[in-house]
């Protein structure tokens, strides 16, 4: 694992923008792999801002989302749909994009479907990734086993209570959600992991150094052969 100590979020956000452009300056038509909640929104940011400035063109990208919740009207501000749109899709040119389909009647259906997408969009650059409190990846919560492909996930109460901050009330946080597999994540050809706030110190330093386990379904990256962490100094320490 690469470890880089950024100083505060604003720099962590520039400097995964900044893998992220360098990528795809390299390879005009990567396949990203996308994440949702706080933690990439700063990245975003600058992408469209390099975009906005004529350095950077979405054109031929495409993208697969992590995950998105089940039975959320896709509108709805708190679909992962919007919160992309919302956050980068809206603001660049970039025209494929693919999310899990929370909506589909026959959701195992649905896992096959997303997989078989993935497939034939010929692999995975780079996954960006967020990490939960749980340790969870995606939407792969702690388990006595890891996940390979998209899979139906049900939230356990520690996400429920994170993601309760942005609906009304915790009695709407949808309970299911459809997530990429670990399998998928460590098939992607990079990873690259964003870590900000005292409040992910102690998962951070358990997926990092701790045992490879599913119960910190994180810890799994310490085998990917080309795991980038961005971490700022709250949750990095001095
Ligand atoms: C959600 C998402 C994850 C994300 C996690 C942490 O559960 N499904 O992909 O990594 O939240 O979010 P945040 O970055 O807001 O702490």
Not at 38 to 67: H, R, T
């Amino acid at each position: 694992m690469n470890i880089i100590k950024a100083k505060d979020y604003d720099q962590l956000s520039r400097i995964g923008a900044n893998i992220i452009a360098g990528l795809i300056s390299q390879k005009p038509n990567a396949l990203l792999g996308l994440a949702t909640g706080s933690s990439p929104v700063g990245i975003y940011k600058e992408l469209v801002a390099k975009y906005q400035a004529g350095e950077l063109d979405f054109s031929q990208v495409s993208s697969v989302n992590l995950d998105e919740y089940v039975g959320l009207d896709p509108t709805a501000p708190q679909s992962y749909l919007q919160f992309m749109k919302d956050n980068l899709f809206d603001h660049v040119n970039m025209k494929n994009y693919q999310l899990p389909n929370g909506l589909a009647t026959d959701l195992e259906g649905e896992c096959v479907r997303y997989n078989q997408v993935m497939a034939d969009l010929g692999g995975i650059d780079l996954q960006l990734l967020g990490i939960g409190h749980n340790g969870h990846i995606g939407f792969n919560e702690p388990s006595d086993s890891f996940t390979k492909g998209t899979n139906l996930v049900d939230l356990n109460d520690t996400t429920i209570d994170a993601n309760t901050r942005f609906f009304s009330s915790r009695d709407e946080v949808p309970r299911q959600a459809l997530s990429m597999g670990i399998g998928d994540i460590m098939k992607a050809k990079a990873v690259l992991l964003v870590v900000s706030g005292a409040d992910k110190r102690d998962i951070l330093k358990a997926a990092t150094t701790g045992p490879i386990t599913p119960a910190v379904p994180a810890s799994i990256l310490q085998y990917h052969p080309n795991c980038t962490i961005i971490a700022d100094t709250a949750a990095y320490g001095e």
